[in-house]
């Protein structure tokens, strides 16, 4: 099947830093990308969709500014956490879909902002 | 907007015995898609079942299958002859549209615990 990966798998970063996570797909074109975001013990919580080429979707309560997404290429999509807070602190998994049926998510990202 | 349900945040079952999980949404579309997807420690999601709205057969995947009841916006997963393996927080998940460039909407999920 597809692969999806995500790097880093986990970072560690100080507070007010910025951290940039990667989502890639390695065996196909994705022509959209998503990233949701998972706190301890729950459910995943769809933060924006990324289409290749224009800006993405964020839904309501996400901050755009502070989670800056970027799909420069049909193959790799980027989150970057601007000015990182302890608050900030969760997994990250994005999945990365053609137009056919399923999704592929990648591994996940821990970010721990200390 | 959609909304996915799961009822119960944990469930065990004993090895090679059967157990089910419970799901259900609200939409007022006629066409969508509903998901299974296990979530082990690595957290590593995967996909366990697909089922096509449109389609009134039940979906199977070996072990794993479900009850769809389109009617009473129902979709449990029965999984048979369970292994350690399962132990695993299972999502439910509905899609309005099959194309991949819609977002899922995910069920708060179950805790599913296999014991030896």
């Known amino acids: 099947g597809a692969v999806v990966s995500q790097h880093p798998s986990r970072v560690i970063c100080k507070s007010g830093t910025s951290v940039k996570i990667e989502c890639r797909s390695l065996d196909f074109q994705a022509t959209t990308m998503f990233w949701y975001r998972q706190f301890p013990k729950q459910s995943l919580m769809l933060m924006a969709t990324s289409n290749e080429g224009s800006k993405a979707t964020y839904e309501q309560g996400v901050e755009k500014d502070k989670f800056l997404i970027n799909h420069a290429s049909l193959t790799l999509s980027t989150l970057t956490v601007t000015s990182a807070h302890p608050e900030d602190s969760s997994f990250y998994i994005c999945s990365a879909a053609t137009l056919k049926e399923t999704q592929y998510f990648g591994p996940g990202t821990r970010l721990l902002v200390l | 907007a959609q909304t996915v349900t799961q009822s119960q945040p944990e469930m065990s079952v004993q090895e090679a015995e059967t157990v089910t999980l419970s799901c259900t949404y609200d939409?007022?579309?006629?066409?969508?898609?509903l998901f299974w997807y296990k979530q082990p420690p690595s957290r590593q999601m995967i996909l366990v079942i697909r089922?096509?709205?449109?389609?009134?057969q039940n979906a199977t995947e070996n072990r794993f299958s479900v009850n769809f009841q389109k009617a009473a916006k129902s979709f449990s997963l029965k999984i048979s002859d369970s292994q350690l393996g399962d132990a695993a927080m299972y999502f439910c998940?509905?899609?309005?549209?099959?194309?991949?460039?819609?977002?899922?909407?995910f069920g708060k999920g179950t805790r599913l615990s296999v014991i030896a």
């Open positions: 939409t007022s579309e006629s066409d969508y898609y």
């Open positions: 998940a509905y899609r309005t549209s099959l194309s991949g460039n819609t977002p899922l909407v």
């Open positions: 089922q096509e709205a449109y389609k009134q």
